[in-house]
T-cell receptor
């Protein structure tokens, strides 16, 4: 069965420190991978995506993620976070159960950036 | 472009009432989806559509109906509201790469409370 696991429900970090948000997925077929961000009381916004090609993907706001097929992981990183990065982050995969026409989401990681 | 719009933003229902959540997009996207977001569970797919006249069930379809008579609109109907349907509902639309959904664009959400 398709699933996405975000290993940390909350990640507290100090401003200007590096951060990694972890995501693992299970799938017997190739999938497309996405990271979305949700700021308080807002909808979801795409940070970055991996469809094919280079396994290191760069997104908006200085975020990047690395696709690791052997580890079935797609961890999100930022070398130096800002207070404004405080939000909830969701990893998602195109769901083979829907013919990859919709997404399966992880449970989310709340990033709390402290001054 | 307005993107993806949802109405209403907030709604309170009594158990057993019915209502329709509206969703519209002006980007000529083929794919549209409805998700519900509950604390600690990420977003779960309710129904999705790959074009006008074509809909299919997602992970949690019970208690919800959809139809898609035009490319632009994808309403979600609650037939007989239950407290378990208290949630935030997001509509999304996307292009297809030919083999998968690509970036999904999300509406601002509808916060529904069922008493």
């Amino acid at each position: 069965a398709q699933s996405v696991t975000q290993l940390d429900s909350q990640v507290p970090v100090f401003e200007e420190a590096p951060v990694e948000l972890r995501c693992n997925y299970s799938s017997s077929v190739s999938v497309y991978l996405f990271w979305y961000v949700q700021y308080p009381n807002q909808g979801l916004q795409l940070l970055l995506k991996y469809l094919s090609g280079s396994t290191l993907v760069k997104g908006i706001n200085g975020f990047e993620a690395e696709f690791n097929k052997s580890q079935t992981s797609f961890h999100l990183r930022k070398p130096s976070v800002h207070i404004s990065d405080t939000a909830e982050y969701f990893c998602a995969v195109s769901d083979p159960r829907t013919g990859r026409r919709a997404l399966t989401f992880g449970s989310g990681t709340r990033l709390q950036v402290q001054p | 472009n307005a993107g993806v719009t949802q109405t209403p933003k907030f709604q309170v229902l009594k158990t057993g009432q019915s209502m329709t959540l509206q969703c519209a997009q002006d980007m000529n996207h083929e794919y549209m989806s409805w998700y519900r977001q509950d604390p600690g569970m990420g977003l779960r797919l309710i129904h999705y559509s790959v074009g006008a006249g074509i809909t299919d069930q997602g992970e949690v379809p019970n208690g919800y109906n959809v139809s898609r008579s035009t490319t632009e609109d994808f309403p979600l109907r609650l037939l007989s509201a239950a407290p378990s349907q208290t949630s935030v509902y997001f509509c999304a639309s996307s292009y297809s790469t030919g083999v998968s959904t690509d970036t999904q664009y999300f509406g601002p959400g509808t916060r529904l409370t069922v008493l």
